[in-house]
């Protein structure tokens, strides 16, 4: 097969210049793959960070009530199961981030009356109060 003097010329000039492009595209998608994901990295990292310092935070809040109540159920004895309920429910009702919480007494220790008392409070949805399970 004879090629004109056009085939040759047209092979000539524009394999090397589809090559030398070819070769720019590949660096620059490179250098820019890396470029965006540095980018992505730092940007998620912030956000994490972020984030776990807010959920901290709340977690932080939740631990402090509870170790209060502790603290206070060391010191005080409630005279009435109704007291220990009361104080639960003032618990979940005082922080929003809390779903629900639970005291557990030993077997016969808090009320001679009831050997097993153990009082739960949940944060039904949509609702501001605290109800007893």
């Known amino acids: 097969m004879k090629l004109s003097i056009r085939g040759k ?3 000539g000039i524009c394999t090397p210049i589809a090559i030398i492009y070819i070769l720019v595209l590949a660096v ?3 250098l820019r793959k ?5 980018s992505m990295e730092t940007y ?21 009530t509870c170790n ?13 199961p109704e007291d220990t309920i009361d104080f639960l429910q003032k ?9 629900g919480m639970i005291i557990a007494y030993e077997p016969g220790a808090a009320f001679k009356d009831k050997k097993f008392f153990s009082p739960y ?5 949509n609702s501001g109060g605290a109800q007893v399970r």
């Not at 912030?46 to 809040?61: F, N, R």
């Not at 209060?68 to 009435?80: G, M, N, Q």
């Not at 618990?91 to 779903?99: L, P």
């Open 121 to 125: 409070f949940y944060r039904p949805k």
């Open 9 to 11: 010329l047209f092979i």
């Open 68 to 80: 209060t109540a502790v603290e206070i159920l060391k010191h005080y004895r409630p005279a009435k």
């Open 34 to 38: 890396v470029e965006a994901t540095s």
């Open 91 to 99: 618990c979940i009702i005082s922080n929003k981030d809390i779903y």
């Open 44 to 64: 998620l990292r912030g956000m994490t960070e972020s984030e776990a310092s807010e959920i901290d935070i709340k977690l932080s809040s939740m631990a402090q």
């Open 28 to 30: 620059e998608y490179r």
